[in-house]
T-cell receptor, first 114, second 112 residues
């Protein structure tokens, strides 16, 4: 069965370190998204991609970057981790073409920055 | 810009009670509307959807009707179970767009 996976599921890092969260999907979807989930804020979009070599900033992109070198993967990098980036991160994907564009979510990565 | 507003939680109900979670939206054009559910420790998953006015989405006993005149998409279930305890997100996707706008989520607790 097709799926979307994230790794690691839990990560503790120190302020100032670079961290990369992995996202891998086997749906063959062109569209991929990264969100963060914080109490009181729901889901906020960090970055998204509509295909290989395409990346776009979301509403909370400062301090984060992504790259898309193939269809399956969209890694999220925190350039210099800050305590404000402690959160749960979700990756999602969706197909292209006729809407509506349901999104398929990974299980999440809980990141703690100390 | 587009936005989704849903009722604040948590909502606490006894088993077999009737559930309503309110959701209203602001959007240009004719968006598609969704309800997603998040069980503890998991990612979101689609619960139901509606693509045009007066459409009713339904799944697992949950229902929601796309009301263009009131820009609403309220989630209802006639008899909740303990296993329905989760966080529910209302969302919209604009016409021709791929991005989805999510509400803040409503946590539901169902007591036995």
């Amino acid at each position: 069965d097709a799926e979307i996976t994230q790794s690691p599921r839990h990560k503790i890092t120190e302020t100032g370190r670079q961290v990369t969260l992995a996202c891998h999907q086997t749906w063959n979807h062109n569209n991929m998204f990264w969100y963060r989930q914080d109490l009181g804020h729901g889901l906020r979009l960090i970055h998204y991609s509509y295909g290989v070599q395409d990346t776009n900033k979301g509403e909370v992109s400062d301090g984060y970057s992504v790259s898309r070198s193939n269809t399956e993967d969209l890694p999220l990098t925190l350039e210099s981790a800050a305590s404000s980036q402690t959160s749960v991160y979700f990756c999602a994907s969706s197909e292209t073409g006729q809407g509506p564009y349901e999104q398929y979510f990974g299980p999440g990565t809980r990141l703690t920055v100390t | 810009g587009d936005s989704v507003t849903q009722m604040e939680g948590p909502v606490t109900l006894s088993e077999e009670a009737f559930l309503t979670i309110n959701c209203t939206y602001t959007a240009t054009g004719y968006p598609s509307l969704f309800w997603y559910v998040q069980y503890p420790g998991e990612g979101l998953q689609l619960l139901l959807k509606a693509t045009k006015a007066d459409d009713k989405g339904s799944n697992k006993g949950f229902e929601a009707t796309y009301r263009k005149e009131t820009t609403s998409f309220h989630l209802e279930k006639g008899s909740v179970q303990v296993s329905d305890s989760a966080v529910y997100f209302c969302a919209l996707s604009g016409p021709g767009g791929f991005k989805t706008i999510f509400g803040a989520g409503t946590r539901l607790f169902v007591k036995a």
